[in-house]
């Protein structure tokens, strides 16, 4: 396969790891969540916390309240044959609940950097290691 193309087709399937990523957490489906990661995979919030394995990110997804919004964007991604690092935006949302008054609108909570090391499987790419660096802490 054409280089080019190769590296455009590996961009888009990384990208769509990442919003799959974003959705899975965000809807709390911690199952679909934890299939983004490799089986021993690891996501990290720097100086605050690190969660281990797909069961363990599962378990992190079940404890989650309702109402968190990622957004990612600005992404460079750099594929070397089988690995790939990704280091993309973060915006932090909460979104009102059901119970909220009327008009109640999402805000914005905090911002910062993912920085992903990502491996490609035979089920397609899926992050190794995520390190989120918030710019207000966790």
């Known amino acids: 396969m054409d280089a080019d193309v190769r590296w455009l087709i590996d961009r888009t399937q990384i990208r769509e790891l990442t919003a799959r990523y974003n ?33 363990a990110l599962a378990e992190m997804v079940r404890r989650t309240p309702h109402g968190v919004v990622h957004v990612t964007v600005d992404a460079t991604v750099e594929v070397d044959g089988d690995t790939a690092v990704q280091d993309v935006k973060l915006l932090v949302l909460a979104r009102p609940g059901p119970e909220a008054a009327a008009g109640a609108k999402s805000k914005l909570t905090n911002s910062g950097r993912y920085h992903d090391e990502l491996v490609r499987t035979p089920d397609g790419w899926r992050f190794r290691h995520r390190t989120a660096v918030l710019d207000g802490g966790f």
Do not use: K, L, Q, S
């Not at 965000?26 to 969540?33: C, E, H, L, S």
């Not at 990661?37 to 690190?50: A, I, N, Q």
């Open 23 to 55: 959705r899975c957490f965000d809807d709390g489906d911690p199952d679909g969540f934890a299939a983004t990661f490799t089986e021993d995979g690891v996501m990290e919030v720097e100086g605050t916390f690190r969660v281990d394995g797909r069961t």
